[in-house]
């Protein structure tokens, strides 16, 4: 399967938050072509600020695995994640993570680029203009 194929479940995810009214983020974690964790952004419905898509899709990973390391995994998300987010991938060590849209405010690049693992590989801009329209559709529509 490709990372289109697991960035467009990240999607879905990302579809299900906005409809219930969260920033629209979705992440999966794969390992072995097999998704072991999913997450959306449930910080209003949990009022948790740490509840962010891919913090949540790491913790299902993890207890899934039973074990806090994701070495042989892959994090799809479908916007670049922030500062704490990076944080939680450094220390499950991931060893890649595909990023959908860039998050040119809050995302972890701008701020602390070399937050990541060393061994982590990254993969930018995979269905990037799916994630951002259906960010930049969420945002008009809490401006109207």
């Known amino acids: ?33 097999r998704i072991i964790g999913k997450g959306r952004n449930q910080t209003e419905h949990l009022n948790d600020v740490t509840a962010h898509a891919e913090m949540l899709a790491i913790t299902a990973a993890t207890q899934y695995l039973g074990g806090k390391y994701l070495t042989d995994c892959t994090l799809y998300v479908t916007l670049e994640p922030c500062v704490m987010c990076a944080g939680a991938i450094f220390w499950a060590q991931l060893s890649r993570l595909v990023i959908g849209a860039d998050d040119a405010k809050r995302g972890y690049r701008r701020v602390e680029p070399s937050i990541l693992h060393p061994k982590t590989r990254i993969e930018t801009g995979v269905l990037a203009d799916e994630s951002q329209a259906l960010l930049a559709s969420f945002f008009q529509r809490l401006r109207t």
């Open 1 to 33: 399967m490709s990372d289109d194929y697991f960035m467009g479940i990240a999607l879905e995810l990302a579809t299900e938050a906005a409809d219930d009214g969260e920033i629209p983020v979705g992440a999966v974690v794969v390992c072995r072509n």
